[in-house]
């Protein structure tokens, strides 16, 4: 059984569609290729439908549809990286290509059973994030293993590879092409915080973010921290509003909705008014649909938006902080696919 790599459309409008319909799919306006046997066909199909594209942008649809049509068979693994959430999708093919006219934009797709939907990215190896992170939409990973080792993380095992990494060896290559070049510096990112920032230090981090952010601060020292890690308020002695309780979980596990509620209990009992759960291994889905009813009172960071905080404030945050997450800006060129 081979491993796939199907990631969608490039702002994923659609993968919460997908996740609840079960079903992997290549965003595109373009015919139903079932009937195409060969790559070449659908070139063709490709040509007549879009006479304005670019000869290699034909060659890889027709590569990528071909796939999605002819060469995925059932029982195949699926891998899914979401967009606008530091997650990856696992499932199993259950059937055929098909052309479907009641998905709305979605029309090519593959019936997939999602076996995780919230499969944190600091769950792969990196080698294994490499592969993920082709800015193709649809490529076999076959490199270091892949297969075998996804299999284990969906038994609930450590990715083998984050232990024993291996040379790759010829003939290993995936066929992703270029590599997604902001995906996998974010994943680099994320290995180091997750290397040395654990616990307390990743409070301290969140900490600093919100004294850039113009917050008067006390963090809990290291151990229990009774339901809460930083209390932060505006004002020269930080007595002013918004007054804000702070709950750091540097774990790979997704908060629950217990962790949640116990944040609540905290701001009542610290009178404060606004509250923020930062969990690296973001949330359960019962989690996230009950804190859209605390909307105007709770927001969750989950590590995309911790991220996004910290390149935000970068430049404010200590000296002693940037030296130990030292990262620099770069311009890089956007490669279509």
Not at 165 to 176: A, F, Q, S, T, V
Request: proline letters at 5%.
């Amino acid at each position: 059984m081979a491993l796939w790599m199907v990631r969608g459309d490039r702002h994923g409008q659609y993968q919460k569609l997908a996740l609840e319909k079960g079903f992997a799919y290549h965003f595109s306006q373009l015919p139903d290729v079932s009937r195409a046997t060969s790559r070449k066909a659908i070139e063709e199909m490709i040509r007549e439908a879009k006479p304005e594209a670019k000869e290699a942008q034909i060659r890889s649809w027709a590569a990528q549809l071909f796939a999605l049509a002819h060469r995925i068979k059932e029982g195949d693994l699926i891998a899914m990286p979401l967009r606008n959430t530091p997650q990856i999708a696992l499932g199993e093919v259950i059937g055929p290509y098909q052309y479907r006219m009641d998905l709305g934009d979605v029309h090519h797709i593959i019936p997939v059973k999602w076996i995780r939907e919230d499969l944190p990215r600091t769950s792969f190896g990196q080698d294994l994030l490499y592969s993920l992170g082709s800015a193709r939409t649809v490529c076999q990973v076959k490199r270091n293993n892949a297969e075998t080792r996804i299999r284990e993380i969906l038994q609930g095992k450590q990715d083998p590879g984050l232990n024993h990494p291996r040379k790759i060896e010829p003939g290993e290559e995936d066929e992703g092409g270029f590599t997604d070049v902001e995906q996998l510096a974010r994943d680099q990112i994320m290995s180091h915080l997750e290397t040395n920032f654990k616990g307390h230090e990743m409070a301290r981090l969140v900490d600093a973010i919100l004294r850039a952010e113009g917050y008067v601060t006390e963090m809990a020292s290291p151990g229990p921290d009774g339901g809460v890690d930083i209390l932060a308020g505006r004002g020269t002695l930080g007595l002013e509003g918004p007054k804000l309780c702070v709950q750091v979980k540097s774990s790979k596990t997704p908060a629950d909705v217990n962790v949640f509620r116990a944040l609540q209990g905290s701001m009542h009992t610290f009178n404060a008014n606004q509250g923020l759960l930062v969990s690296w291994g973001g949330f359960t889905k019962a989690t996230e649909n009950e804190a859209r009813l605390s909307f105007f009172s709770v927001r969750l960071w989950d590590a995309n938006d911790f991220l996004e905080a910290i390149f935000k404030n970068y430049d404010r945050l200590p000296e002693e902080l940037q030296n130990e997450l030292p990262l620099k800006r770069i311009w890089a060129l956007v490669t279509e696919d």
